[in-house]
């Protein structure tokens, strides 16, 4: 039964599980589950949207062991690059250069992000955790105030609005009344970027990043360069980023400064460690949840960095692979009352 | 030409001279053991030649080519593979994914071929998973392929090391106290080991507090005193060396 393989397994439910998330919008749209409510496809895309910046997060925190509390800039950098790049009376347009289409300009933004994350790797190449954090807070602010003090070109604080749709070979990916069709433009960004990563973490190159993560001194005794590695990771991160953060410009249609705070990078962290990092699902799961409770609680709005607070530190201190976790550990519990032998778990 | 050359090796640390002038060398194929009480400069002289310190003065030469101030990375792409008298292990993956990750300098994957993998990747990955299987019998943890380091016993976990090491086929081999913490059937294997390990036509330095093991299957000596090399020679030589009876004997070792 080679078919069956626990490879192929886990492509097909993969697919299977794809398949079935592209079905809820078209449920939907066919008034089957939640009735065509608009706002509710706002929340999917938000949940696809913030799911691609974590997976990217976790390029660097989970497989390379590097903290940023800064991902909120790169977040910014592909907002308002694309939104730079392919709006009509803002950015290029300004200097009399015609506005990109915006499927062009979201991924020029993508390698925008990852070019400045290069540059950012490499004073940060050098850098451990609590230094590290300080200098991606510093990489957030410095990108905050880059936006908001050239307002000849991005509108300052006010912000920019009227940022256009989307549209490929003249299909409308997204129009002022729905976001019903973006769901999927977001969702084939989701699954390429997935993909992606999984093939970078099963090479080389992922091993090069992981061995950073597990024991410096041992990566680069193994001949593995450690700026180098490190460059790349946070140049693959930053596009990720950098691609979500155009995503969410072209759906909401404005973008001011106030978006790219620190607490965005708060957020993004407390979802990678809230799903779980190191892995595959961890950060859609976490995405998944702290949406909605970001969403379902906006009551709570005041208190919500307390909350998160609470919930990360408790995490690290109690479930550090997340929620993720919570399932590979159920499941290796059930393989082990059900006498699978399971190599030798001797720890 | 001489396998490693070390030429008036020295390294101040702020005051203390760890290593202070050492100069010794190796031939092609040898066995090579370092000794000397705690805190003599053994590891000191391992971190300088490998890499992870650069010398105050002096000058280290691999066959000929002059490799003091290198990064260790890049002494393992010209060829050195050391293992750390305090384990460092990549704990929480395993056992084949460290050996896959000792191969690093050996692999030629890049960036596109990670992200894409085109047929050459699953060619390459192939053949290094086969080749870190075969490393992994070559020390005697083939069955262990799929667990997770930290899960090892000590003795293994040093074995481990020395299978991450084999994996960037290296010309010089730095052991740097492979027998502590062995039982003396673990140590007899090891030994074992190390004497494989040269038919393989790899050059041993190797740094050893049990003066037994090191006896056993080293070809020559060096001794190191607080950070000086007080004697060199045979096995036999340096056992009648009454300087290095003393620095034994002395420091109640
Ligand atoms: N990074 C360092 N900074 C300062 N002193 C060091 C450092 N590494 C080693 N030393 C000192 O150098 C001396 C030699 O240490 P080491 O080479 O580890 O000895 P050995 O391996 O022979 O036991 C010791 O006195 C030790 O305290
Ligand atoms: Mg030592």
Redo the contacts between chains.
């Keep these: 039964m080679k078919f069956i393989s626990q490879k192929n397994i886990k492509k097909l439910s993969a697919a299977v599980i794809l398949g079935l998330v592209a079905l809820v919008p078209f449920m939907m749209e066919k008034n089957i589950i939640f009735r065509q409510n608009k706002y509710f496809y706002v929340l999917i895309c938000l949940i696809g949207i913030y799911s691609i910046a974590t997976s990217g997060l976790d390029i660097l925190f989970g497989y390379t062991g590097q903290i940023s509390f800064g991902h909120a800039g790169f977040f910014c950098i592909g907002a308002y690059g694309s939104v730079l790049l392919s709006h009509k009376s803002w950015g290029i347009a300004l200097l009399g250069v015609s506005p990109l289409p915006p499927i062009v300009s979201i991924l020029i933004a993508g390698l925008i992000a990852a070019v400045i994350g290069a540059l950012l790797a490499v004073p940060a190449s050098k850098l451990v955790f609590h230094f590290l954090s300080l200098l991606t807070i510093a990489f957030n602010q410095i990108m905050l105030l880059f936006v908001a003090n050239f307002p000849q070109l991005t509108n300052g604080y006010v912000g920019i609005t009227g940022i256009p749709m989307i549209q490929i070979f003249g299909i409308d990916f997204s129009t002022r009344k729905s976001k019903f069709m973006y769901f999927y433009l977001v969702l084939f960004f989701l699954a390429v970027l997935l993909i992606l990563k999984q093939n970078l973490v099963h090479s080389r190159v992922g091993r090069g990043l992981i061995a950073i993560r597990e024991n410096t001194m041992a990566a680069n005794g193994c001949g593995v360069n450690l700026k180098k590695y490190k460059i790349i990771s946070f140049a693959i991160s930053a596009f990720y980023v950098g691609i979500a953060g155009a995503l969410y410009a072209h759906m909401i249609g404005f973008i001011s400064p106030d978006t790219f705070v620190q607490n965005t990078s708060v957020i993004f962290i407390t979802m990678l460690l809230f799903g779980g990092s190191g892995n595959l699902v961890g950060p859609v799961l976490g995405a998944m949840v702290i949406t909605f409770i970001q969403e379902g609680f906006q009551a709570l709005a005041n208190y919500r960095m307390l909350i998160y607070g609470t919930v990360l530190l408790l995490l690290i201190l109690y479930q550090p692979t997340g929620i993720a976790g919570f399932g590979k550990n159920i499941s290796s519990r059930l393989r082990k009352l059900g006498g699978a032998h399971n190599g030798d778990a001797r720890s | 030409m001489a396998m490693l050359e070390v030429e008036n090796l020295t390294i101040d640390f702020s005051g203390l001279k760890a290593v202070d002038d050492l100069s010794f060398s190796i031939e092609k194929g040898e066995i090579f053991g370092l000794i000397g009480p705690n805190g003599a400069g053994k590891t000191t002289t391992f971190n300088m030649i ?3 310190f650069k010398p105050t003065s002096g000058k280290v030469f691999l066959e000929g080519r002059r490799i003091d101030g290198n ?3 890049q002494n ?2 010209l060829g050195i ?2 293992t ?1 008298q305090n384990i ?6 395993t056992i084949l ?1 460290n050996i ?3 191969q ?2 050996r ?5 596109f ?5 085109p047929p050459k ?1 699953y060619k ?2 192939k053949k ?1 998973v086969e080749k870190a299987r075969n490393i992994l019998e070559f020390v005697g943890l083939k069955q ?1 392929e ?2 997770i380091a ?2 090892l016993s000590y003795g293994e976990q040093r074995l481990l090391e020395i299978a ?1 090491a084999l994996a ?1 086929d290296p010309t010089l081999l730095l052991l740097d106290e492979p027998a502590a913490g062995m039982n003396p059937t673990e140590k007899e294997s090891l030994a074992n080991l190390v004497t494989r390990i040269r038919e393989r036509g790899i050059t041993v330095l190797l740094v050893e507090h049990d003066m037994k093991f090191v006896m056993g299957i080293t070809e020559r000596i060096c001794v190191l005193n607080y950070g000086k090399r007080i004697a060199l020679g045979t096995p036999a030589e340096v056992q009648a060396n009454p300087e290095v009876i003393e620095a034994y004997l002395g420091r109640g070792d």
């Design positions: 490998s890499g992870t990064y260790m990375y393992n792409q593979a050391r750390y460092n292990l990549f704990k929480n993956i994914e896959l990750i000792g690093h300098s692999l030629s994957c890049g960036l071929s990670a992200l894409f993998h990747y390459e990955e290094a262990k799929d667990s930290s899960a991450r960037s």
